[in-house]
């Protein structure tokens, strides 16, 4: 019997690309999503549900009806800036709503969950690269919720059998290899999308935040991961929780640091496009270099990205940028002076 499959926020990045990757790896994935920032023909064909995940009653009929085997749990907000200005929304779907999703689970006894962490629960890295080991310490609200559920799940481990695998990304980036999926947040905050809308036409310049760090060319370094990469992370972490596998973290990287320089000058080779600098101060909270150890993922999951260049990561990001401006263009309407009198 196919196990069926909830993935919470599968209409989303990350969680779309998932539940292709589900549904190729033979499983029946169903998406829970309120469609605020994912997109209803993300969904592929799949069943959906359209609802909050705070709403205990919506949660409990979903579960109810699906009874999935598993819940991978992608839904929650996710931009740093805007925690800080309004973290009441952040701590509301990422902390509370999350609590009421597990907390339906539970009754329904439904024990495998695996949820979407974030590397910003380490703050301010103390060494790199970052392992498992590494202090939790948070700056901003966003960190600070998904380490809170963090810690939640430990404890609904040891109080209910609830077992979970926490992966902690670091720089999620690329889109489908088969270009049928990608990108698409509104506003775009990550720094590979916005490069590539500058090449496509969409964007006049990109801005880089601080050329003093103390890096190889003064520009911040991150880890940039394959969003198909995360999804294999995803699924070796299901069929260990299937399998009877108890609670795990994992930090999910390359284990390469790219300087924001290097993504540029990258995807200036690929595009053919000379891509504008506007060069602005530093944003506070903005470490010089984030960059995962991610040896625990490679041992106990037996997971190899298979996308790790950054050529490849640009390139099949550059793809999907140029399809989704090329239906942006043909769905804008004639300007008057092209219309006939």
């Not at 040891?158 to 270009?179: E, I, Q």
């Not at 053919?272 to 270099?289: F, L, Q, T, W």
Request: aromatic share 8%; net charge negative; with cysteine.
């Amino acid at each position: 019997m196919t196990d069926t499959i909830l993935v919470t926020g599968g209409a989303g990045y990350i969680g779309s690309q998932m539940v292709k990757a589900l549904r190729q790896a033979g499983y029946r994935p169903v998406v829970l999503d309120d469609l605020s920032s994912g997109h209803r023909n993300a969904v592929r064909g799949e069943e959906l549900h359209v609802g909050d995940v705070g709403d205990a009653a919506f949660v409990d009929r979903v579960l109810a009806e699906v009874q999935p085997a598993a819940v991978m749990h992608f839904a929650s907000f996710i931009q740093v800036g805007e925690s800080v200005a309004d973290p009441g929304k952040y701590f509301r779907n990422n902390v509370t709503a999350t609590q009421t999703l597990l907390d339906a689970m539970r009754a329904r006894g439904i024990l495998r969950f695996i949820f979407s962490s974030t590397a910003a629960i380490f703050g301010d890295p103390q060494y790199v690269p970052i392992d498992e080991a590494h202090p939790k310490s948070p700056i901003n609200p966003y960190g600070r919720s998904k380490w809170f559920v963090e810690q939640l799940l430990e404890d609904y481990d040891h109080a209910y059998g609830l077992k979970s695998v926490c992966l902690r990304y670091f720089n999620a980036a690329g889109a489908d290899p088969d270009n049928e999926i990608g990108e698409r947040h509104d506003p775009e905050t990550h720094l590979v999308p916005l490069i590539l809308q500058v090449a496509s036409g969409r964007r006049p310049h990109i801005g880089v935040y601080g050329d003093d760090y103390p890096t190889a060319d003064g520009t911040c370094v991150r880890d940039y991961v394959h969003v198909a990469d995360l999804c294999d992370a995803h699924l070796l972490a299901l069929r260990q929780l299937l399998g009877g596998a108890g609670s795990a973290r994992y930090n999910l990287g390359n284990g390469n640091g790219f300087s924001v320089r290097e993504v540029i000058d990258t995807a200036r080779r690929i595009t053919g496009h000379p891509i504008p600098v506007v060069m602005e101060p530093r944003r506070a909270g903005d470490p010089p270099s984030l960059v995962a150890d991610a040896a625990a993922a490679r041992a106990a999951l037996g997971w190899t990205p298979r996308y790790a260049d950054l050529h490849t990561i640009i390139g099949h990001a550059w793809a999907c940028e140029q399809r989704i401006a090329a239906e942006l263009d043909h769905a804008r309407p004639a300007s008057d002076t092209n219309r006939s009198s």
